[in-house]
């Protein structure tokens, strides 16, 4: 098989940092206030004005993000939440951490989003929330999934991991339910290497997050060491430590500034993989729905054995050979042995997320990558397919 000439190796979800984030963590750094802060605040600030959020708070992870608002909703031992097998681990982990017990509701094979009608067959008594993950940037359905809520008087959290730009009939992802949860890592549309957000139209709710997230302390505790003097606080929950930095803003302020612009960016080098991918013996992602955005936050293939002549994985070792580095989003969640074991959870009954688990990689879709870089995924995909 032929090798390609570049020998750098394209790292998979390489952000694009510019001078000014340099600056503004520089700027932090000298000014002594590292941990959370006013730049904090600021970003707060700039994050719900962006998704057209009234209330927000900002903590250290997506995943953090997610446990605090389940947390929130006083989950009690046997409280089941509804969510899909096709999502990264947090999604379920944090569903176990806040007590509850989480269902897999299966996905829509060709959106790979939750199915609103397989969210209704999971109910039951004991059904507590509903927690959709927008997938790869697509909104999912959310007009009947709040209905179906609505209907069973079930709280709803949105997992926006992937769906900072996205928006569903005019309004942003993470607005519809009753948090709505997002992800600054490395590999995010805007990236504060680690971080989070919370986003909630109930000020009360989120002054509780920001309560659990440092330590269960009184309101505005880390305000206790400014120059306004010493403060006293009181613990009045047993939280976590979930803060964000001062640092993780300063980068955070500045990624979302530009996250229009990125957007766009990504957006040209999605048409130029559509274009390129036509041909090839694979699936590619589906056309966005009417009056959504998708985010444009992973670029997949579906990689099926029998016309491909190779499975997913095997593509996966040929682009490294090739340089580039690819991903795999996600293997369904009862693929992994924790869950299967201690939930008795069968592949049989996900099968469309179990399928799409096993024949789905994501190619590297970062606003920093050129078009030669671009070119030569294309010219990897080719290569590694017999094209």
Known sequence: MPVRSKDNFLVFGAPLIGQDEIDEVVASMKSGWLGTGPKVARFEKDFSDYVGATHAAACNSCTAALHLSLVALGLEPGDEVITTPLTFCASV??????????????????????????????????????LPVHFAGRSCDMDPIMAIAHEHGLKVVEDCAHAIETTYKGRHAGTFGDFGCFSFYVTKNVCTGEGGMVI?????????????????????????????????????????????????????????????????????????????????????????????????????????????????????????????????????????PYYRDRYGWKLEDTPHAVALGRETLSLPLSAKLTDDDVADVIEAVNLCLGA
């Open 200 to 336: 909630a139209r109930d000020e009360a709710d989120i002054r509780n997050i920001k309560v659990l997230g440092l330590h269960g302390m009184s309101a505005d505790a880390w305000k206790r060491f400014s120059d306004e003097g010493y403060k006293h606080y009181q613990v009045v929950h047993a939280g976590f430590k979930y803060n964000m930095m001062d640092i993780q803003a300063a980068i955070g302020i500045h990624q979302l500034k530009r996250v229009e612009e990125n957007f766009k960016r990504r957006c040209e080098i999605w048409d130029m993989y559509q274009e390129a991918f036509r041909a090839l013996p694979v699936g590619t992602p589906a056309p966005e729905e009417p009056d959504t955005r998708h985010a444009r936050h992973l670029y997949t293939l579906m990689i099926d054995p029998v016309a491909c002549g190779l499975d997913r994985d095997q593509v996966l070792v040929r682009l490294t050979k090739e340089n580039i580095g690819a991903g795999v989003h996600y293997l369904a969640v009862p693929e992994h």
């Open 93 to 130: 982990n944090a569903i176990i951490h806040a007590g509850g017990t989480p269902v897999l509701a299966d996905v829509d094979p060709v959106t790979q989003n939750i199915d609103p009608e397989a969210i209704r067959e999971k109910i039951t008594p004991r059904t507590k929330a509903v």
